[in-house]
T-cell receptor, first 112, second 115 residues
Framework: GQQLNQSPQSMFIQEGEDVSMNCTSS?????WLWYKQDPGEGPVLLIA?????ELTSNGRLTAQFGITRKDSFLNISASIPSDVGIYFC????????????FGGGTRLMVKP | DAGVIQSPRHEVTEMGQEVTLRCKPI?????LFWYRQTMMRGLELLIY????????DSGMPEDRFSAKMPNASFSTLKIQPSEPRDSAVYFC?????????????FGEGSRLTVL
């Protein structure tokens, strides 16, 4: 089952609005990653975070690695229709090789 | 550069038939992962390989599922016999340990429908 609790499960927003989603875990991760999946495609990496407290931006996206190493959030500012898709958080543990644990996903719908 | 290549993109089969899904990882990547995605369960890790060796297959649902990686450039996921509840999108992903980022590169998926 899922070890990362991602919320919300879905969002339906108006174009131009800001979006926020987050992931929490009961255990520590060394790396947090955020992926986006467009309809009919595989997930693609958006942002990777490697240090507790790290805040990273990629265009309209901003993500933070929680100071406790047990959570992360992703913000999207001024949403546009092409932001539609499913957003996944993923965590990597130390000594877990390249294996990632994925959250359940946040399905984002944007109304023009 | 070519990404992860999966085939077929779509497969429709009847219950009881054997299904084989194929994956070609990105050249030079030493990890390969098979995931299954459904609305109910999200992304589930089925099995992953490191240097062609299966490391963790605890996510494989039943003995009907098997996966092989005969060489660094090819992997298969086989379902025999298939059942309607196996209907899902199956993703293959690869990554390179030397990069140290944990980034997985996903294929476009194989959508399986079992009637």
């Amino acid at each position: 089952g899922q070890q990362l609790n991602q919320s919300p499960q879905s969002m339906f927003i108006q174009e131009g609005e800001d979006v926020s989603m987050n992931c929490t875990s009961s255990s520590i991760f060394n790396t947090w990653l955020w992926y986006k999946q467009d309809p009919g495609e595989g997930p693609v990496l958006l942002i990777a975070l490697y240090k507790a407290g790290e805040l990273t931006s990629n265009g309209r996206l901003t993500a933070q690695f929680g100071i406790t190493r047990k959570d992360s959030f992703l913000n999207i500012s001024a949403s546009i229709p092409s932001d539609v898709g499913i957003y996944f958080c993923a965590g990597q543990r130390y000594n877990a090789g390249n294996m990632l644990t994925f959250g359940g996903g946040t399905r984002l719908m944007v109304k023009p | 550069d070519a990404g992860v290549i999966q085939s077929p993109r779509h497969e429709v089969t009847e219950m009881g038939q054997e299904v084989t899904l194929r994956c070609k990882p990105i050249s030079g990547h030493d990890y390969l992962f098979w995931y299954r995605q459904t609305m109910m369960r999200g992304l589930e890790l089925l099995i992953y390989f490191n240097n062609n060796v299966p490391i963790d297959d605890s996510g494989m649902p039943e003995d009907r599922f098997s996966a092989k990686m005969p060489n660094a450039s090819f992997s298969t996921l086989k379902i025999q016999p298939s059942e309607p509840r196996d209907s899902a999108v199956y993703f293959c992903a690869s990554s390179f340990s030397g990069r140290g980022t944990g980034e997985l590169f996903f294929g476009e998926g194989s959508r399986l429908t079992v009637l």
